[in-house]
Structures are given as structure tokens and as C-alpha cells.
């Protein structure tokens, strides 16, 4: 299966929901490795990397209570390879972006846990890893995204993509901060 065959979907179309932030909760990180395990069982080693990101992933942020993992894959168009496998173990394809760094985005059936595949060496991958990693380690931009989330929270959003879409700039401005310090996720592994 290539990219050709697809373009951009949100399968099932936009869906409004309401936009909850709640405090830091430490059973996120026992979530995680939960489904991690269960993805990592589901995939064999297709799942080259599988990554906690997102506000769940940062102690002590507040965040919506979305687990959101990173499951790197050769090939992200070929979902031959990992979509019959992850829609077995209850997880369903949400978004498919064979146009943006070929990202899918599966998701459970209660919607609490997104699963994001990306292709191997995709930039956006690191970038996750920047960001999630400058968040635990610097309380100011922690600090600071936590404040733009809750009052973002706070506004009517048509969908979640809108609500993310409005935290483009902080999310950026976090990202570059964390490469002018030189701070490379790939040291940390």
C-alpha cells in the first residue's frame, strides 16, 4: 500500500469534544506502559521504537486525559504491515495524513489512548521528543504551556484539531528554544 492510494482523512469526520484539562495523574505512566506492551506484542518487531508523548508523558503537567503514544515503523504508507494488527488489539484509524510525514493516528474505542505511526528517520518524530523532553526538564516552559492549554481549555472549539491547531506558537517557540540550547533527543536514548 502506498500514499498514492490515499488522501488526507479524518475518518468518521470532525467530532466535537469537549476539551478537558485536569491535573498531572500518575497512573498515566503505568497506562502507557500498558498499552505499550500491548502494542509491542500486537506488532512484533514492526514497532521499531514506541515512545509516551504529549502532556500525559511530562510529570507534573496538567494535560486532557489522552495517552498519547509514538510507534515508529519502516514505512507508515505500508499499513498492510501494522493496521490489521493494531485495529485487532482495539485500536482504530482516526486520522491518515499520507501528506504530512505520512502520520496515522489510531485511537482506543473510549478515545483516552492516540496512537501516532510515523515512518523511521521522520522529522517529526524527534520534534515530539524535543518537546516532550524540554517539558520535563524546564519548569518554566512547562509552566507556560500548561497556562496556554487551560486557558485554550477554556474557549468553545469546534474539534481537537482546532484547540492543538491554537497551540501552534507556544508549542514552536518551546521547540526552538530546546534546539538553540542544543538539547537532541537522540542523546537521551
Same mark, same amino acid.
Given at each position: 500500500?502506498?500514499?498514492?492510494?490515499?488522501?488526507?482523512?479524518?475518518?468518521?469526520?470532525?467530532?466535537? /469534544?469537549?476539551?478537558? *484539562?485536569?491535573?498531572?495523574?500518575?497512573?498515566?505512566?503505568?497506562?502507557?506502559?500498558? $498499552?505499550? /506492551?500491548?502494542?509491542?506484542?500486537?506488532?512484533?518487531?514492526?514497532?521499531?521504537?514506541?515512545? $509516551?508523548?504529549?502532556?500525559?508523558?511530562?510529570?507534573?503537567?496538567? @494535560?486532557?486525559? *489522552?495517552?498519547?503514544?509514538?510507534?515508529?515503523?519502516?514505512?507508515?504508507?505500508?499499513?498492510?504491515?501494522?493496521?490489521?494488527?493494531?485495529?485487532?488489539?482495539?485500536?482504530?484509524? %482516526?486520522?491518515?495524513?499520507?501528506?504530512?510525514? %505520512?502520520?496515522?493516528?489510531? %485511537?482506543?474505542? !473510549?478515545?483516552?489512548?492516540?496512537?501516532?505511526?510515523?515512518?523511521?528517520?521522520?522529522?517529526?518524530? !524527534?520534534?515530539?521528543? *524535543?518537546?516532550?523532553?524540554?517539558?520535563? /526538564?524546564?519548569?518554566?516552559?512547562?509552566?507556560?504551556?500548561?497556562?496556554?492549554? %487551560?486557558?485554550?481549555?477554556?474557549?468553545?472549539?469546534?474539534?481537537?484539531?482546532?484547540?492543538?491547531? @491554537?497551540?501552534?506558537?507556544?508549542?514552536?517557540?518551546?521547540?526552538?528554544?530546546?534546539?538553540?540550547?542544543?538539547?537532541?533527543?537522540?542523546?537521551?536514548?
Amino acid at each position: 500500500m502506498s500514499d498514492t492510494s490515499f488522501e488526507d482523512e479524518l475518518i468518521g469526520g470532525t467530532e466535537k /469534544r469537549e476539551i478537558t *484539562i485536569v491535573d498531572h495523574d500518575a497512573s498515566w505512566a503505568g497506562k502507557f506502559e500498558a $498499552h505499550s /506492551r500491548l502494542i509491542a506484542n500486537a506488532l512484533g518487531g514492526t514497532a521499531l521504537r514506541t515512545e $509516551h508523548i504529549g502532556s500525559t508523558s511530562v510529570p507534573g503537567l496538567a @494535560a486532557k486525559p *489522552i495517552i498519547d503514544i509514538l510507534v515508529v515503523v519502516a514505512d507508515s504508507a505500508n499499513e498492510s504491515s501494522y493496521l490489521p494488527r493494531l485495529e485487532s488489539v482495539g485500536y482504530g484509524l %482516526r486520522v491518515r495524513e499520507p501528506n504530512w510525514h %505520512r502520520h496515522r493516528m489510531f %485511537r482506543t474505542e !473510549d478515545q483516552s489512548v492516540h496512537v501516532h505511526v510515523y515512518s523511521r528517520g521522520c522529522p517529526e518524530i !524527534d520534534r515530539c521528543l *524535543i518537546f516532550r523532553d524540554r517539558l520535563r /526538564r524546564n519548569v518554566c516552559d512547562r509552566s507556560r504551556y500548561e497556562q496556554t492549554k %487551560r486557558r485554550l481549555a477554556a474557549e468553545d472549539w469546534p474539534d481537537m484539531n482546532a484547540y492543538a491547531a @491554537a497551540k501552534t506558537e507556544v508549542v514552536e517557540d518551546i521547540i526552538a528554544a530546546a534546539s538553540a540550547a542544543g538539547e537532541n533527543p537522540t542523546e537521551a536514548c
